[in-house]
């Protein structure tokens, strides 16, 4: 069974400082994607980045990228430079190439200070 | 371009009463998705559909029933509400492929008393 694991349920981070959300996941999908949610207070969610499991490089987009390392089955998602907007609840996500559902992990609340 | 479009976006229900919430969208997409939402469990699948016609159980999918008689419509009934199915729900829809990422309407927020 395929599974998500979000270790961090609520974390501070002082303005302007990289933070790394942490996401493990297991499969048994030769082929999967792993994709970042991101839900502000206003309740909408956000698509951020994917990561292919035959991806050669990390995933980037902006201030975003993932940290994706295969053996360790985990897709960690880091913000640099993060700013007050950044504080939200964020969702790591799996969908692998045999399965028609893509699963949630339960999520990081993420607190920027000023 | 309106992408996911839930209805009704708030709604308060005594328990025993029935409800569908609709989900439409127009991005073509084949898969449709039911999800809700509750504080500290993350988003938990109720009922998913490939296609027109087709409808599948997720997690959670005790006390739902969905129909997708139209490609853009997902619609998720409740047929005798109960005070547990207070929460807040999601419709999503995508392409097929692994590597596509669901679009996600904004959400309805239910209240059963």
């Known amino acids: 069974a395929q599974k998500i694991t979000q270790t961090q349920p609520g974390m501070f981070v002082q303005e302007k400082e990289a933070v790394t959300l942490d996401c493990t996941y297991d499969t048994s999908d030769p082929s999967y994607g792993l994709f970042w949610y991101k839900q502000p207070s206003s309740g909408e969610m956000i698509f951020l980045i994917y990561q292919g499991s035959y991806d050669q490089q990390n995933a980037t987009e902006g201030r975003y990228s993932l940290n994706f390392q295969k053996a360790r089955k985990s897709a960690n998602l880091v913000i640099s430079a993060s700013q007050l907007g950044d504080s939200a609840m964020y969702f790591c996500?799996?969908?692998?190439?045999?399965?028609?559902?893509?699963?949630f992990g339960k999520g990081t609340r993420l607190h920027i200070l000023p | 371009n309106a992408g996911v479009t839930q209805t009704p976006k708030f709604r308060v229900l005594k328990t025993g009463q029935s409800m569908t919430l609709l989900c439409a969208q127009d991005m073509n997409h084949e898969y449709m998705y039911w999800y809700r939402q509750d504080p500290g469990m993350g988003l938990r699948l109720i009922h998913y559909?490939?296609?027109?016609?087709?409808?599948a159980k997720g997690e959670v999918p005790d006390g739902y029933n969905v129909s997708r008689l139209k490609k853009q419509n997902f619609l998720l009934g409740l047929e005798s509400a109960a005070p547990s199915q207070t929460s807040v729900y999601f419709c999503a829809s995508s392409l097929q492929e692994y590597n596509q990422p669901q679009h996600f309407g904004d959400g309805t927020r239910l209240s059963i008393l």
């Open positions: 996500a799996m969908k692998g190439d045999r399965d028609d559902k893509i699963i």
């Open positions: 559909s490939v296609g027109e016609g087709t409808t």
